[in-house]
């Protein structure tokens, strides 16, 4: 790839790596769930299967999570940098001249630092995505249709790109179905058995997981695929959403750069380029599937972030014809500028962690050159207090917690909370006096079914309170 590749690489991975090491918090909740349920597959291996952490994604993930969280965030780093590594293996393909820029394309897109190493389904289906690809190019059938089979395992939307896969197969120079459709009907037969054995490839992963799940579990995962009601708990709203997801997830230097590669001809007529039309196909489901309010999308811009390798080389596409017209001293106005709003990643800054929880005001935060860490939040704190305050002065009571965050907070220490749902011999006013509960405003009562008025009508005494009264402690009396 060439020395001046590998050192922007290396730039771009020290950035990530600096994040990793730096932040404090978690970009999602659900990271802290993935992870506790890849590393309890070494307690119970059926764990491995979890339909909503992906099976996929804990095969990947569930070895480095039993050497913690951190070893697991570097093992999902690395996975990204692969990706990274495979993007500018198909650059040289392709034969862009400039493939030495790509590494800071795509790790200064301003989403990237942040989610090249979080234990999620993102940074895995992302890798498994461009090395579908990387294979099919290459004519290494059967590890590309092994990869898009398993693209379903570790992200649901994945088995809309092993269709495209298998369309991009059939309708391929010699392929079955553009036999049958130039009317070469004996050809079509002769090519039908590879087609055949391809599909079953790609299906293999699909098959083996769910019959396991169903043997281990019984649970049937395909079955979500066909659970496709407009969603009652997250929200619904405009097609163009994701769009904008893309703009300020990208960046905005990276997305100009972007529609200028697309802009850009030449590229016409190569079947080769035809997989990646996933990328924009993708986009345009979730975009749908939002709008539509199914699957429980909830509309997240990092479900985008697989998009990353693509964006990347559309937008060298895009540098390389601004070089042509405007010669090379346009790098030194395009390099600077991806590489400044990449560590000022505008789109952190601008969110703030508590948004999504009712009671705590709005965050009044100053602009920085460089975006500051990740931390916990303020309702983190504050469920970092309470887990604190449990273990000094209830550490010997059985005590419950709804929230993820406190199993992190705890980890392997002796105290632990036990994270269950409420049922009919577990409810607030059935558990026995003395009981202690961290209740906090995301969770309990949404999730749980927990109010504070269920508390005060069941025997419960408020004893200490955090985070602008969003984390409480209750004990039963």
């Given at each position: 790839m060439g020395r001046w590749f590998w050192l922007t690489f290396a730039i771009g991975f020290g950035w990530s790596l600096s994040r990793l090491v730096m932040d404090r918090g978690w970009i999602i909740d659900d990271e802290l769930s993935h992870y506790f349920i890849s590393r309890s597959v070494w307690d119970d291996p059926r764990e491995l299967l979890h339909p909503w952490s992906r099976p996929g994604r804990n095969l990947i993930q569930f070895v480095p999570s039993y050497f913690g969280l951190t070893a697991a965030r570097l093992w999902t780093l690395a996975l990204s940098a692969v990706a990274v590594w495979l993007t500018?293996?198909?650059?040289?393909?392709?034969?862009?001249?400039?493939?030495?820029?790509?590494?800071?394309?795509?790790?200064?897109?301003?989403?990237?630092?942040?989610?090249s190493y979080p234990v999620l389904t993102e940074a895995p289906f992302m890798l498994v995505w461009i090395a579908g690809i990387f294979f099919?190019?290459?004519?290494?059938?059967?590890?590309?249709?092994?990869?898009?089979?398993?693209l379903g395992l570790i992200r649901h939307e994945g088995i809309a790109l092993a269709v495209l896969w298998g369309l991009w197969v059939v309708f391929a120079?010699?392929?079955?179905?553009?036999?049958?459709?130039?009317?070469?009907?004996?050809?079509?037969?002769?090519?039908?058995?590879?087609?055949?054995?391809?599909g079953m490839w790609t299906a293999l992963p699909i098959v083996v997981v769910n019959a396991l799940t169903w043997r281990v579990r019984g649970e049937l995962p395909f079955e979500v695929f066909f659970d496709s009601q407009p969603t009652e708990r997250y929200a619904s709203g405009a097609p163009w959403l994701y769009l904008q997801h893309l703009l300020i997830g990208a960046g905005v230097p990276v997305t100009i750069l972007l529609v200028s590669g697309l802009a850009r001809r030449g590229w016409e007529g190569r079947w080769d380029l035809v997989l990646y039309v996933t990328y924009p196909v993708y986009l345009v489901m979730h975009s749908v599937i939002y709008w539509r309010g199914l699957f429980a999308s909830g509309g997240y811009y990092l479900f985008i972030m697989p998009m990353a390798p693509w964006i990347g080389l559309v937008a060298l596409r895009g540098v390389e014809g601004l070089?042509?017209?405007?010669?090379?001293?346009?790098?030194?106005?395009?390099?600077?500028?991806?590489?400044?709003?990449?560590?000022?990643?505008?789109?952190?800054?601008?969110?703030d962690p508590d948004d999504d929880v009712a009671g705590i005001p709005e965050l009044d935060t100053e602009w920085k050159w460089i975006a500051p860490p990740l931390d916990e939040g303020r309702l983190g704190r504050g469920l970092r207090d309470a887990t604190e305050w449990v273990e000094a002065n209830a550490a010997d009571e059985d005590w419950l917690a709804h929230h993820v965050a406190v199993t992190?907070?705890?980890d392997d220490k002796a105290v632990g909370a036990r994270l269950e749902p409420w049922d009919e011999r577990n409810t607030p006013e059935a558990l026995t006096a003395g009981t202690v509960l961290i209740w906090d405003?995301?969770?309990s009562?949404?999730?749980?079914?927990?109010?504070l008025e269920r508390l005060e009508t069941g025997g419960w005494d408020e004893v200490a309170t955090y985070a602008h009264q969003t984390v409480r402690i209750f004990v039963k009396q």
């Amino acid at each position: 790839m060439g020395r001046w590749f590998w050192l922007t690489f290396a730039i771009g991975f020290g950035w990530s790596l600096s994040r990793l090491v730096m932040d404090r918090g978690w970009i999602i909740d659900d990271e802290l769930s993935h992870y506790f349920i890849s590393r309890s597959v070494w307690d119970d291996p059926r764990e491995l299967l979890h339909p909503w952490s992906r099976p996929g994604r804990n095969l990947i993930q569930f070895v480095p999570s039993y050497f913690g969280l951190t070893a697991a965030r570097l093992w999902t780093l690395a996975l990204s940098a692969v990706a990274v590594w495979l993007t500018g293996r198909e650059a040289k393909r392709l034969h862009l001249t400039a493939v030495w820029l790509l590494p800071l394309l795509i790790w200064f897109q301003w989403w990237f630092p942040e989610l090249s190493y979080p234990v999620l389904t993102e940074a895995p289906f992302m890798l498994v995505w461009i090395a579908g690809i990387f294979f099919a190019v290459r004519q290494r059938m059967v590890l590309a249709a092994l990869c898009f089979g398993a693209l379903g395992l570790i992200r649901h939307e994945g088995i809309a790109l092993a269709v495209l896969w298998g369309l991009w197969v059939v309708f391929a120079d010699g392929g079955f179905a553009r036999h049958l459709v130039e009317r070469r009907v004996r050809e079509a037969w002769e090519a039908l058995p590879s087609a055949v054995v391809l599909g079953m490839w790609t299906a293999l992963p699909i098959v083996v997981v769910n019959a396991l799940t169903w043997r281990v579990r019984g649970e049937l995962p395909f079955e979500v695929f066909f659970d496709s009601q407009p969603t009652e708990r997250y929200a619904s709203g405009a097609p163009w959403l994701y769009l904008q997801h893309l703009l300020i997830g990208a960046g905005v230097p990276v997305t100009i750069l972007l529609v200028s590669g697309l802009a850009r001809r030449g590229w016409e007529g190569r079947w080769d380029l035809v997989l990646y039309v996933t990328y924009p196909v993708y986009l345009v489901m979730h975009s749908v599937i939002y709008w539509r309010g199914l699957f429980a999308s909830g509309g997240y811009y990092l479900f985008i972030m697989p998009m990353a390798p693509w964006i990347g080389l559309v937008a060298l596409r895009g540098v390389e014809g601004l070089r042509e017209r405007f010669g090379t001293r346009v790098l030194w106005v395009i390099i600077p500028l991806v590489i400044w709003s990449g560590l000022a990643m505008p789109q952190r800054q601008a969110q703030d962690p508590d948004d999504d929880v009712a009671g705590i005001p709005e965050l009044d935060t100053e602009w920085k050159w460089i975006a500051p860490p990740l931390d916990e939040g303020r309702l983190g704190r504050g469920l970092r207090d309470a887990t604190e305050w449990v273990e000094a002065n209830a550490a010997d009571e059985d005590w419950l917690a709804h929230h993820v965050a406190v199993t992190h907070f705890l980890d392997d220490k002796a105290v632990g909370a036990r994270l269950e749902p409420w049922d009919e011999r577990n409810t607030p006013e059935a558990l026995t006096a003395g009981t202690v509960l961290i209740w906090d405003a995301k969770y309990s009562a949404d999730f749980h079914d927990v109010s504070l008025e269920r508390l005060e009508t069941g025997g419960w005494d408020e004893v200490a309170t955090y985070a602008h009264q969003t984390v409480r402690i209750f004990v039963k009396q």
